[in-house]
């Protein structure tokens, strides 16, 4: 892997000798590269745990082959530089960094940066999450709004994917994660992306 970094890594959580979770954050501190957990772990406490790590998606035993094909197959879209999907014209006049607060998000090389604290690591979902928030400034949205662009899918009703990325979000962009002052939420009605956002 520090040859030739992966694109996409599937990961079983039962493993020999390591937990399949300890690997996940390993990954995660070390490679920018989609995370499919794949496991006969089906326990909603273990999916949470898995999203919580940074998994990018998680699918469970048994399953259909061509589902698995089409979430990695996702997960790979969504790492893709955003500029593929426009045109050049477009995505030369496309801002490449979008400011908040003491925040600089890079949407080329998809970065986040802190003029003090540096780079901060992002997963590709919390990357697209971010994404969304802040070219929505000051406005509601919903975890179905938030979900559909991510993942491309409604939310079940106990679909709680975005709420565990915003709560990952909070605590390595907020000051205080549980008073949070730049991703609000709003009851019933979803999350709101507070501070001012400047194109550069």
């Known amino acids: 892997m520090e040859r030739d970094?992966?694109?996409?890594?599937?990961?079983d959580l039962g493993l020999p000798g390591e937990d399949g979770?300890?690997?996940?954050?390993?990954?995660?501190?070390?490679?920018?590269?989609?995370?499919?957990?794949v496991t006969g772990?089906?326990?909603?406490?273990d999916k949470v745990v898995g999203l919580e790590v940074g998994a990018d998606d998680y699918v469970t035993k048994p399953f259909d082959l061509r589902e698995l094909v089409a979430r990695i197959k996702a997960v790979l879209r969504r790492l893709a530089p955003t500029?593929?999907?426009?045109?050049?014209?477009?995505?030369a006049a496309a801002p490449t960094h979008l400011q908040f607060g003491p925040w600089a998000l890079d949407t080329a090389a998809?970065?986040?940066?802190?003029?003090?604290?540096?780079?901060?690591?992002?997963?590709?979902?919390?990357f697209d999450l971010l994404h969304i928030l802040l070219t929505h400034?000051?406005?509601v949205l919903s975890r179905d709004f938030l979900l559909?662009?991510?993942?491309?899918?409604?939310?079940?009703?106990?679909?709680?994917?975005?709420d565990v990325q915003?709560?990952?979000?909070?605590?390595?962009?907020?000051?205080?994660?549980e008073n949070p002052q730049i991703i609000k939420s709003v009851r019933g009605a979803g999350y709101i992306l507070v501070p001012k956002v400047e194109a550069a």
């Open 5 to 11: 970094a992966p694109a996409l890594v599937l990961l």
């Open 21 to 37: 979770f300890s690997i996940a954050r390993q990954l995660r501190e070390h490679w920018r590269c989609g995370l499919v957990i």
């Open 41 to 45: 772990r089906g326990d909603a406490v």
């Open 83 to 91: 500029e593929a999907a426009v045109p050049a014209a477009t995505a």
């Open 110 to 126: 998809r970065r986040l940066l802190n003029a003090e604290r540096g780079e901060v690591s992002l997963t590709s979902g919390e």
């Open 137 to 139: 400034p000051g406005r």
């Open 148 to 162: 559909g662009l991510t993942r491309g899918r409604e939310a079940g009703p106990f679909d709680r994917t975005i």
């Open 166 to 177: 915003i709560g990952r979000l909070r605590r390595k962009i907020e000051t205080d994660p």
